[in-house]
């Protein structure tokens, strides 16, 4: 059975830095493209970064550009946010998903066949 786990999160002050993880197991995800969503309260899933198969390509929301970074490392079936100057509004449970090439959209949330439990980050002021 397919699997995606994160790790990483936590209580950051405002500027400071976190990187999550996320492992896939029971299958090989390397012809998936990988995203970060993220999720507060009563809210839907906002799209965070999505890189493709293959580390093809990468799009990041308006939000977080210039701050944070995805990346992947396929040998290890590994996903990962590097996420720089944390601002309070950064503030949510952060889930990673994977979605089939040609599958939807990137920013789609019901594009995605698989997702991870999430991990909370929060940000302090």
């Known amino acids: 059975q397919a699997q995606l786990q994160e790790s990483g999160g936590g209580l950051v002050q405002a500027g400071g830095s976190l990187r999550l993880s996320c492992v896939g197991s029971g299958r090989s995800f390397t012809n998936y493209n990988m995203g970060w969503f993220r999720q507060t309260p009563g809210k839907e899933h906002d799209f965070v970064a999505q890189i493709g198969a293959f580390s093809s390509s990468t799009y990041y929301a308006d939000s977080v550009k210039g701050r944070f970074t995805i990346s992947r490392d396929d040998i290890e079936n590994t996903l990962y946010l590097q996420m720089n100057s944390l601002k309070p509004e950064d503030t949510a449970v952060y889930y990673c998903?994977?979605?089939?090439?040609?599958?939807?959209?990137?920013?789609?949330?019901?594009?995605?066949?698989?997702w991870g439990q999430g991990t909370q980050v929060t940000v302090s002021s």
């Open positions: 998903a994977a979605r089939s090439q040609y599958r939807g959209t990137h920013n789609t949330p019901a594009s995605y066949d698989y």
